[in-house]
């Protein structure tokens, strides 16, 4: 047996003292796919070829070399960031993505046909898509508002791409046999405070309804509604704000998209699930980091994502919760970005799927808050890395940091030389 054989058979026996079955955990993480975002590859440029500068308040900082330049090197990135991440995950795609030959579709106009080389793609490897209409980097959407436009004419640009959208992601959901998460998110806002906060909200409701007007059967569609309580240039107002999504999805029995930059610095997601899922059906989650006035940071293994592991499991949400990922740094490599990210949403699944919470609940329930912490405190000395280590494992991925090595490879042998 060598070393790391050797842990996992101590650990396995730790944890199965506390009556924790290791072995379930790891199986049960196997079933957990999570949707990995295509635009850390490239820093939101998008595949149009349009030259249109990354708006909707969101920014990209940091030059690091390799930034994908094309559909091609985006997929072949993708593939070394999958290869590195245990299991088989979905792809989460903009509109942006589309591979049009150098032809400029407009995004009204946008088809399946446009995304073929992404399907054939996601078919090969085993990849489940998800969706995202582009309500950003666009000449029409250069007033800050787009579905919320005072203009009805752009706001039946925006109403025709979204359609346009979910029709894409019912047709990407028939061919791959798995649902496609279409999410829309508006950058609809105002940097400085407004005097009328409800009109550009009650315009967003008529768009939304016309949008979802048309019934998509939910085995090849489901549409995803994302909140944000300020962005770049829209600090006082954003249309689309929690409440307002909240209420939406509620309402119309869409799902509701929590990303966990979107609130305010203390105020976390994970307070948020127990709440939600006794009103909506499902949710979909943007696993981020916020940092200051930064929504998107790499995500790491915080308090806040263990938080929010431990709510999902501990909630039983897990079979209502599509897990995507929602953060670009161009300062760092970006199949790192990627790589680090997805396993830290791993580790911190696997942690709570380790937890015993019939223990723990036992103190909670008996009022004794002293053992539950000192319990819950003692218990981060259990050796998790032992069990993800075997997880790695067994799926032939790197252990620990060995998952630089083919990235660093990577980066000199092919990221390097791109321009
Ligand atoms: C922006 C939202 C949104 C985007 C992506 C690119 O604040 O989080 O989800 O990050 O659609
Ligand atoms: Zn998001």
């Not at 049960?28 to 249109?52: F, N, P, R, Y």
């Not at 990209?60 to 985006?74: F, I, M, V």
């Not at 939600?276 to 980091?289: A, G, N, P």
């Not at 680090?340 to 723990?360: C, D, H, S, Y």
Request: glycine share 8%; with cysteine; proline share 4%.
């Amino acid at each position: 047996m060598d070393t790391l054989e050797k842990a996992y058979a101590v650990a396995k026996e730790q944890y199965a003292a506390y009556g924790v079955d290791t072995e379930a955990a790891l199986a049960w993480l196997d079933k957990i796919q999570l949707s990995m975002h295509c635009w850390q590859g490239d820093d939101v440029a998008g595949l149009e070829s349009t030259g249109e500068a990354l708006s909707g308040g969101i920014a990209t900082t940091g030059n690091y070399p390799g930034q994908a330049r094309n559909g091609d090197e985006l997929r072949a990135d993708l593939d070394l960031a999958y290869s590195l991440i245990p299991g088989t995950h979905r792809i989460n795609l903009h509109a942006s993505y589309a591979e049009t030959d150098g032809v400029v579709v407009p995004r009204n106009e946008l088809r399946p046909e446009h995304f073929s080389r992404w399907a054939d793609w996601a078919k090969d490897k085993g990849h489940g898509v998800d969706f995202n209409p582009t309500f950003f980097s666009h000449p029409l959407a250069a007033s800050g508002f787009t579905l919320s436009d005072v203009d009805a004419g752009i706001r039946q640009y925006w109403i025709e791409h979204a359609i346009a959208c979910r029709e894409i992601g019912a047709a990407f959901g028939k061919t791959l046999g798995t649902p496609t998460v279409t999410n829309v998110w508006i950058p609809d806002g105002m940097k400085d405070v407004p005097v009328d906060r409800l009109a550009p909200r009650e315009r967003l409701v008529k768009s939304l309804d016309a949008i979802f007007e048309k019934e998509i059967d939910p085995a090849y569609n489901l549409d995803a509604v994302e909140c944000k309580l300020f962005g770049l240039g829209s600090e006082s107002y954003v249309v689309g704000s929690h409440e307002f999504y909240m209420g939406y999805a509620v309402s119309r029995g869409k799902l509701l998209t929590l990303d966990s930059g979107h609130f305010h610095p203390t105020e976390v997601i994970s307070d948020k699930l127990s709440s939600m899922f006794l009103y909506v059906d499902e949710i979909l989650l943007h696993v981020s980091r916020g940092v200051r006035w930064d929504s998107d940071h790499v995500v790491t293994l915080n308090d806040e994502l263990k938080a929010i592991a431990h709510e999902l499991v501990a909630g039983n949400f897990l079979d209502r919760v599509h897990i995507g990922l929602d953060y670009f740094d161009a300062s760092i490599n970006r199949i790192a970005a990627w790589s680090i990210g997805m396993r830290n949403t791993q580790k911190a699944l696997l942690m709570a799927m380790l937890e015993p919470l019939e223990v723990m609940r036992s103190f909670e329930n008996a009022g004794d808050y002293t053992k539950r912490l000192g319990f819950m405190e003692t218990w981060n000395e259990m050796p998790f890395g032992a069990v993800w280590n075997q997880f790695c494992l067994t799926h032939g991925v790197p252990v620990g940091f060995d998952m630089m090595k083919p990235i660093s490879d990577y980066e000199e042998k092919v990221l390097s030389k791109r321009g």
